[in-house]
């Protein structure tokens, strides 16, 4: 059973910062690509950025340049660092892991950046 837990979403003003982490348990996590995804209500849910078992990195164009994916196969943990953070960064983060059996999900933690 592979679990993933999101942590570290909160309320931040305009130009702030966070930095979001998802861990995995099980045994699941060096060799597999890990997303984070967005959703907001009344939206599908949108790939943000993507980091592969090699440490390869892929982003939206709308938080190119201010996101950044990092991972730490030690701790089976998957970071999100923010930077320079929009209103419309606004959403749920989600953690995502697809592989050919299923997909995981993470249950989401909460970005406000309010306008």
């Known amino acids: 059973q592979v679990q993933l837990v999101e942590s570290g979403g909160g309320l931040v003003q305009p130009g702030g910062s966070l930095r979001l982490s998802c861990t995995a348990s099980g045994r699941l996590f060096s060799g597999n690509t890990i997303d984070w995804y967005r959703q907001v209500p009344g939206k599908q849910r949108e790939l943000v950025a993507t980091i592969t078992s090699g440490g390869s990195t892929n982003y939206a164009d709308s938080v190119k340049g201010r996101f950044t994916i990092s991972r730490d196969n030690a701790k089976n943990t998957v970071y999100l660092q923010m930077n320079s953070l929009k209103p419309e960064d606004t959403g749920v983060y989600y953690c995502?892991?697809?592989?050919?059996?299923?997909?995981?999900w993470g249950q989401g933690t909460q970005v406000t950046v309010p306008s």
């Open positions: 995502h892991i697809p592989t050919w059996i299923q997909d995981y």
